[in-house]
């Protein structure tokens, strides 16, 4: 029993999503490989510069490799296991974006509709990003709401002295923004800036040339996928 119905049968997952219905006047593509192994190799063909393709492209299908196919199999298993742990620890309905994509993965579909293509295309990148997340998860604390400030009020900046850590991407419908996460040693700290921002290369040269951030900085609290987190807005850099 795969893990779709196993999780109905206990009452914890989705109800039946018409996916037919919903994206009815999309075009459909049919695959003769598996999207996903395709997907991977197209993200490992973007990566190495060797220009943008589509999935269906030839180009594509003759850069599989078994360690590709390996880690197309490692995302699916991934996330249908998250997936599954997350409704059945909060023993509630999953959004019709992750039913969409546990019923492609699951399911191995290859007779994809436009928006199942670019769940496909856009996964290895979240899996990238996610296993981030998780290794973050595991060395700060991110579990619990960290406090707002330390004896400040709200409309105080406050002078912080941060490690640097990783960058992270995100690509929305209307952004493209860069993730740069610093540590106290403790929590996590977060700044987004747009990727088309002019100063990006500069702040970009500025991190790579000092391991400890000194700023000064608003803060609020923020979360993604069960991860907390400060994210600093109008800050600016402190001099010695």
């Known amino acids: 029993m795969n893990i779709i119905s196993h999780t109905q049968a206990r009452n914890l997952?989705?109800?039946?999503?018409?996916?037919?219905s919903a994206i009815a006047q999309e075009r459909i593509t049919e695959f003769n490989d598996d999207p996903?192994?395709?997907?991977?190799?197209?993200?490992?063909?973007?990566?190495?510069?060797?220009?943008?393709h589509g999935l269906?492209?030839?180009?594509?299908?003759?850069?599989i490799t078994p360690e590709i196919?390996?880690?197309?199999?490692?995302?699916?298993d991934y996330y249908t296991k998250k997936f599954f742990w997350t409704a059945l620890s909060s023993n509630s309905r999953l959004s019709d974006y992750r039913q969409r994509l546990l019923n492609l993965l699951e399911n191995r579909i290859s007779k994809c509709k436009d928006q199942d293509c670019g769940i496909?295309?856009?996964?290895?990148?979240f899996y990238e990003e996610d296993q981030v997340y998780d290794q973050f998860k595991k060395d700060y604390e991110t579990s619990e709401v960290p406090k707002i400030v330390y004896g400040l009020t709200n409309n105080q900046k406050e002078r912080l002295d941060l490690t640097?850590?990783?960058?992270?991407?995100?690509?929305?419908?209307?952004?493209?923004?860069?993730?740069f996460w610093f540590t106290d040693q403790k929590y996590l700290f977060q700044i987004?800036?747009?990727r088309d921002n002019p100063l990006m290369e500069m702040f970009k040269v500025f991190l790579n040339e000092s391991g400890t951030v000194k700023?000064?900085?608003?803060?609020?609290?923020?979360?993604?996928?069960?991860?907390?987190?400060?994210k600093l807005f109008k800050f600016n850099f402190v001099k010695e």
């Not at 997952?13 to 037919?20: E, K, R, S």
């Not at 700023?215 to 400060?230: G, H, N, S």
């Open 215 to 230: 700023l000064q900085a608003y803060r609020t609290v923020d979360r993604i996928d069960q991860m907390y987190f400060y």
């Open 36 to 52: 996903l192994v395709l997907s991977c190799a197209l993200h490992r063909l973007t990566n190495s510069g060797r220009g943008w």
């Open 192 to 194: 987004e800036i747009d």
């Open 69 to 76: 196919r390996a880690e197309a199999e490692a995302i699916r």
């Open 164 to 179: 640097y850590l990783k960058t992270t991407f995100s690509s929305q419908r209307k952004r493209k923004i860069e993730r």
């Open 56 to 63: 269906d492209s030839i180009e594509v299908k003759e850069s």
């Open 13 to 20: 997952l989705i109800d039946d999503f018409d996916f037919n």
């Open 120 to 125: 496909y295309f856009k996964l290895p990148v």
